[in-house]
């Protein structure tokens, strides 16, 4: 049996929690927008085509900013095909996603959806791959400047009498990776990003602009990018993105590392660390009053090499929102979710914002069937339950103890990962992941003095079929089950739990 100890002292604190870590992301790719968020007819679609049975789990989820329109579909995107009567919309070419974009939904859609789905943050993405400064201060003036040019006339004109007034811009997506439409090199985009945000600040000084850092920690220009483009924004800036998606690797038999897959959270751990390195040194060597934060915007897991993100081929085959990137996620799946949760939390000093790559259908917690339901994914538990109690409160300094658990990709990593995090209520919630594939773990909760809780709910996802997952035919296999395995001493200084092989699991106390 494993153990692991946590203890939980209010004098060591992290951070607060910024409510961004729970953003989202909305991309025009496969169904994300077309029978995910949008789709007129649908039984339960409201007066603007929004599906409400997608809104009401969006609230349910809890996701706060919404990045959007992408992804690798911005560095392709006009946002003007996107404004004005739909009727005159023009079809295009989604190079991105090899599909072909209606731009029946565009950025009026989306802010009037927010409004709908609870008041959610616009993040915004410029196009600097196709496209450079004119059209990112083009798009800046149609959104945020309130009236009295021809751009902002244009907005008022379209329905919107007010400024969307958008306060994080992204600065391209993903421009290190070669895949990206107009990739470039990390001299060429500090350069043209350094122009954009200094054009932008003229426009409105406050903006807060995410320039990009690298597509994944493995990049080989990994680090020396971030390097690069930081010298040449720095005091520009407010983020530098991140973005990690990870999968179990194929062994040469078929098999699935799958002991290296659950620790993944050591590898975002690891990347967040070493951006926050290079932001420390861009810092100093520029003598540098300013702080530049992570901006974690892209993160899930995600099947990138298997079927479902198979690209459509072919000059004659641009299919409309077809199904893509729709992996069907289990047990295990959402055990490294609620792991890199805990990972973001844990770094929530250097992490001030984050997005869930990606909402609906695409690689998301939310899943929906064309004219049909939708549902909650495993992955959709550890969000929900995390964005819930974490909203607010503050992240308290990880004091822990656990026994290893052996990885082919990471050695011994700690079996247990948690973190503890003070809510706005005062009362605690600690987070918790057992990463080893066979063992238990009895992990045990040093309270603060005095605490004595009065009550507590502990919730686990686990199930012994590890690879279990909600489907259409059967969206409820999968849930959070009370875990009544928790004892809490008699003086109140301690709570102690066991944790399944394999599970995630939230502690309530209060
Ligand atoms: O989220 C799917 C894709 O992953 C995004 O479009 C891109 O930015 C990343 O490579």
Redesign the pocket.
């Known amino acids: 049996m494993t153990q692991a100890r946590l203890v939980v002292d209010d004098d060591f604190i992290v951070a607060a929690v910024n409510d961004r870590l729970f953003g989202s992301?909305v991309?025009h790719?496969g169904r994300c927008v077309y029978t995910g968020v949008y789709e007129p007819g649908h039984p339960t679609a409201d007066e603007h085509g929004f599906r409400g049975d997608v809104l009401d789990l969006v609230r349910e989820l809890g996701a706060t900013t919404i990045r959007y329109p992408?992804?690798?579909?911005v560095s392709g995107y006009r946002w003007e095909d996107g404004v004005g009567p739909k009727e005159d919309r023009p079809r295009r070419l989604d190079l991105?996603?090899h599909s072909t974009e209606t731009n029946e939904f565009g950025l009026h859609e989306m802010a009037d959806w927010m409004d709908k789905a609870g008041g959610n943050e616009l993040m915004e993405a410029v196009n600097l791959g196709s496209r450079g400064l004119e059209n990112a201060l083009d798009l800046l003036e149609y959104a945020n400047v309130p009236s009295g040019t021809e751009l902002s006339e244009r907005r008022r004109a379209n329905g919107a009498d007010k400024p969307f007034n958008i306060r994080m811009w992204c600065l391209g997506?993903?421009m290190d990776?070669p895949?990206?439409l107009g990739h470039k090199t990390a001299e060429d985009y500090g350069t043209l990003a350094a122009s954009v945000a200094a054009g932008m600040r003229q426009i409105d000084p406050d903006l807060e602009l995410v320039v990009c850092g690298s597509?994944s920690h493995g990049m080989p220009t990994f680090g020396a990018w971030e390097r690069t483009v930081l010298e040449k924004t720095y005091n520009n800036v407010d983020f530098i993105s991140c973005?990690a998606?990870y999968a179990p690797a194929r062994r040469e038999d078929g098999s699935r590392d799958m002991a290296s897959f659950l620790a993944s959270g050591v590898d975002m751990d690891g990347f967040i660390k070493d951006v926050a390195a290079v932001i420390d040194s861009v810092k100093a060597s520029l003598k540098s009053k300013h702080d530049v934060y992570i901006s974690f915007d892209?993160w899930?897991v995600?099947y990138?090499q298997d079927e479902p993100s198979k690209t459509p081929e072919g000059i004659d085959n641009w299919p409309v929102a077809p199904r893509l990137?729709e992996d069907i996620y289990s047990v295990a799946d959402a055990v490294v979710f609620g792991d890199l949760m805990i990972t973001l939390l844990k770094n929530a000093d250097r992490v001030h914002a984050a997005s869930l790559?990606?909402l609906v259908n695409?690689?998301a917690p939310i899943m929906t069937e064309p004219n049909g339901p939708a549902w909650r994914q495993t992955t959709f538990y550890p969000f929900a339950q995390t964005a819930r109690l974490a909203k607010g409160g503050t992240v308290l300094e990880p004091k822990q103890d656990s026994d290893q658990t052996a990885t082919a990709k990471y050695g011994d990593v700690d079996a247990v990962n948690s973190v503890a995090v003070r809510c706005t209520d005062g009362s605690l919630a600690v987070f918790a992941v057992n990463r080893s594939l066979d063992e238990a773990a009895t992990f045990e909760v040093r309270l603060p003095e005095g605490f004595a809780p009065q009550s507590c709910s502990t919730q686990t996802l686990h199930d012994d079929d590890i690879f279990a997952a909600n489907t259409l035919e059967q969206q409820n296999r999968v849930t959070l089950h009370e875990n009544d395995s928790i004892a809490i001493d008699a003086d109140g200084n301690a709570a102690t739990i066991s944790l399944p092989p394999v599970s995630w699991t939230v502690m309530h106390l209060r």
């Open positions: 992301f991309e790719l992408g992804g690798n579909f991105a996603w997506n993903e990776g895949w990206q597509s973005h998606y892209e899930n995600w990138q990137l790559a990606q695409v690689i």
